[in-house]
């Protein structure tokens, strides 16, 4: 019997991913040469139903990396010469702030708390900074940032490039394109994908960054710079030979959440979070971590228990279900539940059924 899960990334597979995969192999997609009429014809599909879902404007374009991780070393090396500004609250945006201390950034990051958000009165931007780094959905404690914050910060820097990771968010996030110089998120979370594929999506003014560093002597990388990308881009084409299989697919879910219409998916997105969120507010075993309901994350809901959470996880498995344990220290006393549009109200009304059971017990 299949198993559910609700597992932070890799998680549930989109309900259509199989068929799309089916057809790509029907295709013979495997094969076909990413300088052909097929594969640019694959590139433009994906890329237009990307625009059509995020509302991406047409002074961005949309690269393919293998991941998140990659993206971020690409984005500090091409956007950054010298000093990048990070809002780190938990384990991958410290990760970020970690690749430009390796990169000899001169980085600085303004850190809060695991589970607290960010109160942007609190925060001074040096005027120097040429990157703001911002992670919308902390992955590893559930903090989200609001929409209007991001917005706020750009409003109040418009000088200075905005980067926002949307790893774990898109495309439930609604950050306007228009006010975001770069973003990038990774297939195996809301997008039901295996892992493997990173899409970076970058505005004009990074291109012009890259190309000012480049032509100043900077380091910009030796492969996948901004440069090789546009100028492939502007083609329907790639560096290198790229998952050709993957963005195939992606294009084929990102087609079929336009179909759904992504305000229904959002919608869907936010009735399951509160039903995870209410289930943890009447429990007596769990409690939500985060305090603040406006920093709450609508798609990963990180738990406080009091039961072990290995002993929790253990029993849904039993069951066919699949949740996170916390991220790094809060490995032991911590559940994190993605909520997908992969899984419907039914599957999340199935996992709370059995997670009460737990509390009760
Ligand atoms: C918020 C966030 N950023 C970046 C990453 C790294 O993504 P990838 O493993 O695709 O490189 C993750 C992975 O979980 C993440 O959750």
Do not use: G
């Given at each position: 019997m299949h198993s559910t899960y609700f597992t932070a990334g890799p998680s549930q597979l989109y309900p259509s991913y199989q068929k799309h995969l089916v057809d790509a192999m029907d295709k013979q997609l495997g094969s076909?040469?990413?300088?052909s009429e097929t594969f640019r014809a694959i590139y433009r599909h994906t890329d237009e139903q990307l625009r059509i879902l995020l509302d991406i404007p047409s002074t961005h374009g949309i690269f393919f990396a293998a991941s998140a991780t990659e993206i971020w070393e690409r984005i500090l090396l091409n956007c950054v010469a010298e000093h990048s500004f990070h809002l780190t609250n938990g384990a991958f945006s410290k990760k970020f702030y970690d690749i430009a201390l390796a990169l000899n950034k001169n980085a600085i990051d303004f850190q809060v708390e695991d589970g607290k958000g960010f109160d942007l009165q609190q925060i001074h931007i040096p005027k120097e900074t040429e990157l703001i780094c911002t992670t919308q959905n902390e992955t590893s404690t559930g903090v989200m940032i609001p929409d209007q914050d991001l917005k706020l910060i750009k409003k109040t820097h418009p000088n200075t490039m905005l980067c926002c990771d949307l790893v774990s968010i898109a495309p439930y996030s609604k950050i306007d394109y228009t006010l975001m110089d770069s973003s990038f998120f990774s297939v195996q979370k809301a997008f039901g994908m295996p892992p493997g594929l990173g899409v970076w999506i970058a505005n004009e003014q990074c291109l012009n960054k890259a190309l000012q560093l480049q032509a100043s002597g900077k380091n910009i990388g030796g492969h996948h710079t901004l440069a090789s990308y546009w100028t492939n881009y502007r083609k329907f084409e790639t560096p290198c030979t790229p998952n050709v299989m993957a963005i195939y697919i992606l294009g084929k879910i990102a087609e079929d959440m336009n179909h759904l219409g992504v305000d229904t998916i959002r919608a869907e997105i936010d009735a399951k979070a509160s039903m995870i969120y209410h289930f943890a507010e009447q429990a007596k075993n769990f409690t939500p971590f985060v305090q603040l309901p406006e920093h709450r994350s609508q798609t990963v809901a990180v738990l406080q228990t009091k039961i072990p959470s290995a002993d929790i996880i253990n029993t849904l498995k039993t069951k066919q279900v699949c949740v996170s344990s916390g991220y790094g220290i809060h490995k032991a006393n911590q559940i994190r539940i993605a909520n997908f549009p992969a899984t419907n109200l039914s599957d999340m009304g199935h996992l709370l059924e059995i997670l009460t059971d737990i509390d009760h017990a």
């Open positions: 076909v040469n990413h300088r």
